[in-house]
């Protein structure tokens, strides 16, 4: 039970009365990253990304806690569906890149088949318009430890090869795992040649 209050806490405080991203039509700043893929570290590119397709930019408060970790894991046991559609994908938090390494690990949560990335600043996520929350002492995840980084707000980005945002879910009442099963969508929409609507 403590861990569904821990969860439920950092999911209140992070509820914002409004959603501001960029959206659809937008160009998608360019980034690179310290990233990690089942354990391993390895530098992120969205330029290199989108040559091989569209990418699925998702921005998640942070790793091990509730939502995110459903998000995560909802996102790998539907990696090859993504695959499919041509499209991968990458999560950016604050996390650092430490924690980052064995979030990317864990077999309950990104499960080696989903790479997370770290900004531990901000400047990415505030570069795609989303508002980031400073660190509230006393947080902690779900493995008891304290979270010791500001929190971006859960929005993810549909980027397609020429640089633009094709479609941007988040906002109130949008859960961790309909904020994948939405990206999903918009992917699949683009594979079958028709907006991300």
Do not use: W
């Amino acid at each position: 039970m403590r861990r569904v209050l821990v969860g439920l806490t950092l999911s209140a405080a992070l509820a914002a009365p409004a959603f501001a991203a960029l959206k659809q039509g937008d160009a998608a700043p360019d980034f690179q990253a310290p990233a990690a893929l089942a354990g391993k570290e390895f530098t992120f590119s969205l330029k290199e990304a989108l040559k091989k397709g569209p990418v699925v930019v998702y921005f998640y408060p942070s790793a091990f806690t509730k939502g995110c970790n459903l998000q995560a894991h909802t996102f790998a046991i539907n990696q090859e569906k993504f695959s499919a559609a041509k499209a991968s994908i990458i999560g950016v938090s604050l996390d650092k890149i430490e924690t980052l390494k064995e979030f990317s690990a864990d077999p309950e949560y990104c499960g080696g088949k989903i790479p997370v990335a770290s900004d531990r600043d901000g400047k990415i996520a505030k570069s795609f318009d989303i508002k980031v929350m400073d660190a509230r002492p006393g947080f902690k995840n779900t493995r008891g430890q304290e979270i010791d980084h500001g929190f971006a707000e859960r929005t993810t980005f549909i980027v397609t090869p020429d640089g633009k945002i094709a479609a941007t879910v988040g906002g109130p009442g949008v859960s961790p795992a309909d904020n994948v099963q939405q990206a999903l969508e918009a992917v699949q929409r683009i594979a079958g040649g028709k907006p991300a609507a």
